[in-house]
């Protein structure tokens, strides 16, 4: 599997690290809905097909990025940063 | 019978150059072009080895890769390689090879008493046998040694491999696996197209079947034509072939895994040439063109040396000019052995008879026999054969192919080679790993490549798709290639035009693949490399094995090194019509990679030995210099102890931790993980990280700050310093700085990106020392330059800036060790200079360099925390940390750590403990109230850390005991069953020395 970072071109698998579902929602910092927070800590898909996560470039830029991933066939669909796919 | 070398001929050996290699201690010479089967057979050799289990003598089968029985070991410089295939293993100049599975010798087998014991190795022997009644007994061990001694394959040797190996990644618009026919026009069509593309052929040549076909295309010998067409191919820029390589994997993302042989088939390697090259190729597309395996009938009698596939016995005699001396018969359901009959009679080689299982033979056929001068015998099937080491005769009788029975009379045909065709099998060994299920081809009598799955992009060309001659085979491997290219926005290329002259034998076989003759007392192998017979599949049928993949298992057959190439498809049809079913409906094994064998030092490559880099302090040299035992700390190395001669450890470090409480030591904390942050939003990032207020430190002081995770429990902790408004430095634990480094990136990138700071891991930058001990300012006061250091400059957590010997200095009075202590940090390549400095400034007070034995013992006499304790289960409760808990913000872990599991009494708390008796307390011993050491009880928690602590003058320890708050004064045992210790002890709070901190605050 290859991704390609937007500021490193396409990189092998082995200098990214998975750093989890992109597409859960932290609760406000001062909510105490134990719910909300419980399901934003603990709970995770496990969806076949496609999947928004972030993965770091760890081993070039550091940047994490926003990747669309199908997880049945590893097929990227976008991949970019993360900053600038939240802010 | 025996083979000899023709006169003339050979289209891939070079007769001017004569090699000289030796089997099993004998010498024998070769051409070089030879492979050790050809060189071997050239020689009058036809015994090659004993077989797996019942020690039978075996010949080789096959010329190629499909190989099941000549299997050889290779001794190199002493170094063995077991288990090569004699017709892949290319001959030079001193080869030494033995044969394998025999004892004493290959013609005089001890083992081969296993074959009168034939029942005890019928299917599923080792599991009703060993793991039924005589499972784990004394029977069992006794038999083990003796049968794994007798069945099995080469031995490996003893000594490390001697080889360099490495890796190559490649990238290519299309892999072609397979140099014959299909695979070289695709690669042409795909190079001409303007496509990157890698040729890959596990053969020393490429060409593949075309080394060998005889006729002619334009008006050329096929294989001088095909050498010219390699020859235009190699000139191609865009274009690299790669023989001698293996493509055994096909993996995720189109990624495809490969061995180039790249100095096996050299009798001297040239300095640094690896033995082989593990190429991880990825592909936009792959083109699966490895051709086909013709497959056997499977019959009475059928492994005596001799008997061979009749496409083996064409390949040899062209490919090496190497023939059967005396007569040859051929036993076909399908028309390719017509052909070989063919082929073989021009080049002078008797082919007494063809018997073939079909009462009806096309004319073409019909014509072909009557070219090689054989005698047909259409309508019958051989049942058994004579000779012991080599063919003698084949006995044959009529059947009837609808029904699968043999009925009549035995008539006798004297022959010393017998040439079996039951059809083709197409390779779909990669396709498999990469596919669905295979396509079942009725016509064929064959599995088909499977579509890819999704994810994956290749297609099958030529025999590899059941292409059933030469213009197939050229037409299919243009077409892929054309479609890959226009789908990749070009032009496809024109095919160029072939005229093809060559006598093409229908490959479409009759659905016979196994004779059964109920009266045969003869074994009939499926599988010669695994010994696993058609009654042995039957048994497993009966037995209620019946399903491929439980069959596969049960009886081994297909599972060896070959992965039942030629014996997939005969199993296949004895368990289907041992069930009544179709070979579709039986369903073929699923293939996994290694496609063939690879050897494990190709895959690891340089990758051997210690794969950790080694992270040195600047330090370093020093350290060792001056006695240091150094101690893996995650990838630092840091000094344990620095013994002085006949000191053991404890004496070690209880002087070191001694120096420190009574003047002063010194101690490298360059590891310590170093984070620069930056920014117009750094304190407040900080405030939502540490469970603690960073905002309100003043510049130039330092805060000790505690991080959770998301989940609520205790990360890290460390100490930040305030450089300026917008900057600060914070330190980690040494072996969480990579961690804490991601988990900052993680909010600033992905949760927080409206913060303005940057974070730069700046560990490697710096060089720490820490100064401990009563006397650690007076060390300072001598040799630091630009600052005071007295304690109104630099009060506890104060900051200063100054020089020493020269170089700037960051001091920082922070104290782990519970002493009045600084650290000082310089840039990395000053740090030996201020380490020496701070050395020669010590030296009036005896000054001590301590290592991570007295660092330990000084913090468990205080109850700091480390690693130990941070476990991942811990919260700040548990250990003595919620003061720092800020209640007036929320922080990173602040929702989820007051959860009721994470607040409730009984958790593992920080305790500290003291040995009653004298005794030292064992790290990982259980906190336990019984004081018998045979029936401790249940476990109250567990000691996380213990020394000797000179200060308190008793073994002492740091434990998380449930209740520890309620347990302290309590007396218990620390108890550790698997040293035999149980030691009295007194719970105590884990603040053993100096609770107040009056050490630190002077």
Redesign the interface.
């Known amino acids: ?2 991704i390609t970072c937007p500021h490193c071109g396409p990189r ?2 082995i200098e990214f ?1 998975y ?1 989890g579902d ?1 597409s859960r929602v ?2 406000d ?4 809905d ?1 719910e909300a ?1 419980n399901k ?3 709970d995770r898909a496990n969806p076949r097909g496609w999947h928004r996560e ?1 993965w ?1 470039h ?1 081993g070039g830029c ?3 990025l926003l990747v669309e991933r ?1 997880t ?4 990227i669909r976008s991949a970019k ?4 796919a ?2 | 019978m025996t083979f000899h070398r023709l006169p003339t001929g050979g289209t891939l050996i070079d007769r001017s150059r004569a090699l000289s290699f030796t089997f099993d201690g004998k010498r024998f010479s070769g051409f070089a072009g030879d492979t050790l089967a050809s060189a071997l057979l050239a020689n009058g050799v036809m015994l090659f080895g004993r077989s797996f289990k019942y020690h039978r003598p075996r010949g080789t089968f096959a010329a190629g890769s499909e190989e099941p029985n000549a299997l050889v070991t290779l001794v190199r410089n002493g170094f063995r390689e077991p288990n090569l295939k004699a017709t892949l293993v290319e001959i030079f100049d001193g080869l030494e090879a033995e044969s394998q599975n025999r004892f004493p010798s290959l013609n005089y087998d001890l083992g081969a008493v296993n074959r009168l014991a034939g029942r005890l190795f019928s299917s599923g022997f080792y599991y009703k046998t060993f793991m039924g009644p005589f499972r784990n007994t004394k029977i069992w061990m006794f038999c083990e040694r003796f049968i794994r001694k007798a069945a099995g394959l080469g031995k490996a040797g003893l000594i490390p491999d001697p080889d360099r190996y490495e890796r190559m990644n490649a990238f290519c618009d299309v892999l072609v696996v397979g140099a014959g026919a299909a695979g070289l026009k695709a690669a042409q069509t795909a190079a001409k197209s303007g496509l990157d593309v890698i040729l890959a052929d596990e053969n020393p040549h490429a060409g593949g079947a075309l080394n060998y076909a005889s006729g002619e295309i334009n008006g050329q010998a096929i294989w001088a034509f095909t050498a010219s067409v390699i020859e235009q191919l190699g000139a191609l820029p865009n274009l690299r072939i790669l023989t001698r390589t293996h493509v055994w994997g096909f993996y995720d993302g189109n990624t495809l895994a490969a061995v180039e042989r790249v100095a096996d088939h050299k009798a001297e390697r040239s300095p640094g040439e690896p033995r082989q090259r593990h190429w991880v190729i990825r592909a936009k597309h792959a083109i699966l063109a490895a051709g086909a395996s013709e497959r056997p009938i499977v019959f009475p009698g059928n492994d005596v040396p001799g008997v061979m596939l009749s496409d083996a016995l064409v390949e040899y005699a062209q490919k090496f000019a190497v023939v059967p001396k005396g007569p040859v018969a051929l036993f076909a359901n399908n028309d390719t052995a017509f052909a070989a009959a063919l082929d073989l009679s021009r080049l002078g080689v008797t082919v007494s008879a063809i018997v073939d299982v079909r009462r009806d033979i096309s004319d073409f056929a019909k014509f072909l026999a009557g070219r090689s001068g054989a005698e047909l015998i259409a309508g019958q099937a051989i049942v058994g054969t004579e000779g012991g080491k080599a063919l003698k005769s084949i006995s044959v009788r009529p059947f009837d192919a609808a029904s699968g029975e043999v009925s009549g009379t035995a008539r006798i045909i004297a022959c010393e080679t017998l040439g079996v065709s039951g059809g083709w099998s197409p390779a779909i060994q990669l396709a498999s790993q990469a596919g669905g299920r295979p396509k079942w081809d009725a016509r064929l009598q064959a599995f088909l490549p499977p579509e890819p799955m999704p994810g994956f992009s290749f297609h099958a060309a030529g025999a590899a798709n059941g292409a059933g001659d030469l213009t197939q085979a050229f037409s299919e491997g243009h077409s892929v290639a054309a479609f890959i290219a226009k789908g990749l926005g070009k032009k496809a290329a024109k095919p160029s035009p072939v005229k093809i002259d060559l006598d093409s034998a229908d490959i479409a076989p009759a659905p016979v693949l196994e004779i059964a003759s109920s009266d045969s007392k003869q074994k009939a192998f499926v599988d010669l490399q695994a010994d696993v017979t058609a009654d042995d599949l039957r048994q497993a049928a009966q037995e209620g094995f019946a399903a491929s993949e439980h069959a596969k298992r049960y009886t081994t057959w297909g599972m060896a090194t070959d992965q039942g190439r030629t014996s997939n498809l005969p199993g296949l049809a004895v368990l289907a019509k041992a069930q009544g079913i179709s070979i579709p409906e039986a369903g073929l094994t699923k293939f996994r990679p290694p496609a063939s064998g690879v050897a494990i030092g190709a895959i690891a490559a340089e990758r051997f030995g210690d794969l950790r880099p080694y992270r040195l302090t600047p330090m370093h040299d020093w350290h060792l210099k001056n006695g240091a035992t150094m101690y893996a700390a995650g990838l630092w190395e840091r000094p344990m102890i620095y013994g002085k001669p006949g000191e053991t450890v404890e004496q070690a470090y209880v002087r070191e931790a001694k120096a420190v409480r009574e003047s002063v030591g010194i101690a490298d904390v360059s590891t310590l993980g170093k984070i620069d942050i930056q920014g117009p939003d750094a304190a407040e990032f900080l405030d939502r990280v540490y469970t603690n207020m960073f905002s309100n430190v003043p510049v130039n002081k330092a805060r000790y700050g505690l991080m959770l995770r998301e989940d609520g429990f205790v990360m890290d902790d460390g100490t930040t310093w305030r450089l300026g408004e917008t900057k600060f430095l914070m330190t980690t634990t040494t072996a969480n700085a990579g961690k804490v480094m991601q988990h900052l990136e993680y909010f600033l990138d992905c949760l927080w990106p409206e913060l303005r700071v940057h974070v730069t891991s700046v560990t490697d930058q710096g060089a720490g020392a820490a100064v401990s001990g009563p006397n650690a300012r007076k060390v300072l006061e001598a040799c630091v330059t630009g600052t005071d250091v007295d304690a109104v400059t630099l009060p506890f957590m104060g900051i200063a800036r100054g020089s020493v010997a020269g170089h700037p200095v960051l001091i920082c009075r922070l104290s782990f060790s519970g002493e009045l202590a600084y650290e000082v940090y310089s840039g990395a390549g000053h740090g030996q200079k201020v380490w020496n400095e701070l050395l020669e400034a010590g030296q009036p007070y005896e000054i001590a360099p301590y290592g991570l034995e007295a660092l330990g013992t000084l913090r468990i006499e205080k109850g700091h925390v480390t690693g130990a304790e941070i476990d991942g289960r811990t919260t700040a409760q548990d250990l003595h940390l919620g003061w720092m808990i800020s209640k007036k913000k929320p922080f990173m872990g602040s929702a989820m750590m007051g959860r009721e599991g994470l607040m409730k009494e009984g958790r593992l708390t920080l305790t500290g403990v003291q040995s009653l008796s004298g005794e030292a307390i064992s790290g990982g011993s259980h906190i336990v109230l019984s004081s018998d050491p045979k029936a401790p009880g249940a476990s109250l928690g567990h000691v996380t850390a213990a020394c000797y602590s000179p200060a308190l003058g008793r073994h002492i320890a740091l434990a998380l005991v449930a209740d520890g708050n309620v347990m302290i004064g309590r007396r218990a045992f620390a108890a550790d069953p698997l040293r035999g210790r149980h030691v009295p002890v007194e719970l105590v709070s884990h603040h053993m020395f100096d609770p107040e901190g009056r050490r630190m605050y002077v």
């Open positions: 599997m290859r092998d698998l690290t750093q992109a932290r609760p910092p001062a909510s105490e134990q927070w934003y800590v603990y972030f770091q760890h550091r940047a994490h199908d049945e066939t590893h097929e940063f993360a900053r600038e939240r802010s």
